[in-house]
């Protein structure tokens, strides 16, 4: 059970933000990693910025512990940013949570729930998960 690792991954789900997507869920005993794309906007001449809050958090449905966020891989903390080149630039990332227990069936990532511009996705299903080794 020390090595065992799950990955689910998402169907379409995304956040408020269209140019926000979130692509697969790893859970193993030592961490919990989620893994994005997104893209710049057309918003901005040149696509814009991004970064993340060091405060985003998960929270399991049903159980009352957020749990933190460790490591961010490919996005800065704010208030650092990662300025976009062009309106099409794309971007992957990861961030790395505190592990979740591995019988939870949904998330949450909250980075600011106050704030549609955030990065917050509500119910994540982690239904079909595949064990890996």
Do not use: C
């Not at 869920?25 to 030592?30: A, D, R």
């Not at 998960?58 to 903390?77: N, R, S, T, W």
């Not at 099409?88 to 069936?105: G, H, M, Q, T, V």
Request: charged fraction near 25%; avoid cysteine; proline fraction near 4%.
């Amino acid at each position: 059970m020390k090595n065992k690792r799950i990955l689910y991954p998402i169907k379409s789900k995304r956040a408020e933000l269209e140019n926000l997507q979130l692509l697969r869920v790893e859970i193993n005993s030592q961490f919990t990693k989620i893994d994005f794309g997104y893209t710049s906007t057309d918003y901005y001449e040149r696509g814009g910025w991004v970064h993340i809050n060091k405060k985003t958090f998960v929270f399991v449905d049903g159980l009352q512990k957020q749990y933190a966020l460790l490591k961010a891989e490919h996005i800065p903390f704010a208030p650092n940013q990662l300025s976009f080149k062009t309106s099409n630039d794309w971007l992957y990332f990861s961030l790395y949570f505190e592990a979740i227990p591995f019988n939870a069936k949904s998330i949450d990532v909250l980075e600011n729930a106050e704030n549609k511009n955030s990065f917050n996705f509500y119910k994540i299903p982690l239904e079909d998960g595949l064990e890996i080794l």
